[in-house]
């Protein structure tokens, strides 16, 4: 699906897929979290989007909300959940404040809309916030869920996962990747999208296959031994032509994230 340019856009069958993945992550993120009596828990959607599409559904910061929302008498009140909400689109940021300011939320949760690029805004409203005094991220569940490839460097994802208690769950754009991986204008946005030159090897695998099986394999590669990741799941999201889309990568280094969580 290319980039919309409305500020709100139909809900399309394989998104609503991917939301109700991210709703069981979440519902089990939040539940056993809150258990650890962690001063601060920390969502962060990279890519937010308005909060609703245009049937009215809800975005997946609303998902996330709303799973937190189920536990809340489960989460000490010393628990702060902090939600990180990125949007570069000024409209559908001020949408999103609108739909989260409609909610009713605890005490204890605070939210945080910034309209800023992805990496712009982890960094400067959580990252720096902890590391310039030498302190590691909350435990923080990141949705990296993008148009496109471009702003989701691996950089960024391996510095994610370096902190104890930190998981990712990203869309890769595998259908317009693969499109574009030979095009001449774009070997330094893929070098940092994929945190490493190997990607140029597909040029030369013509099928369509082991053209899908290498930019996928080589992906769960960098996760595991760039990012040190111990557990790496994939989901293939195919589209109402059975083409596939993309995937959808969720990594942990945590064991019980992967059999608590992944449904």
Known sequence: MPAP????????PHTRAKHEILRRYLE?????????RFPVIAYVDGFAGPGAYAGGEAG???IALNAALQHADRIPTTTTLLFLFIEKDEERAEHLRKRV????????????????????????HLLDFYTRDQRPLPPTFAFIDPFGWSQTPFEL???ILSFPNCEVLINFMYEEVNRFVSHPDHPTTFDRLFGTD????????HDKIGRKAFLH????TQLREQAGTRYVRSFEMRNDKDVTDYFLFFATNNRK???ERVP
Do not use: C, M
Request: hydrophobic content about 45%; charged content about 20%; proline content about 5%.
């Open 5 to 12: 340019k409305t500020t709100l856009w139909p809900l399309e």
């Open 157 to 159: 994802v391996k510095t």
């Open 28 to 36: 089990a993120w939040t539940a056993i979290l809150s258990l650890g």
């Open 217 to 220: 394999d080589l992906y769960v």
């Open 60 to 62: 997946s910061p609303i």
């Open 101 to 124: 300011g409609d909610l009713k939320l605890p005490k204890n949760f605070h939210t945080k809309i910034v309209s800023a690029a992805f990496e712009e805004g982890f960094r400067t």
């Open 257 to 259: 994230g992967v059999s």
């Open 198 to 205: 190997r990607w140029r090897q597909v040029i030369q695998v």
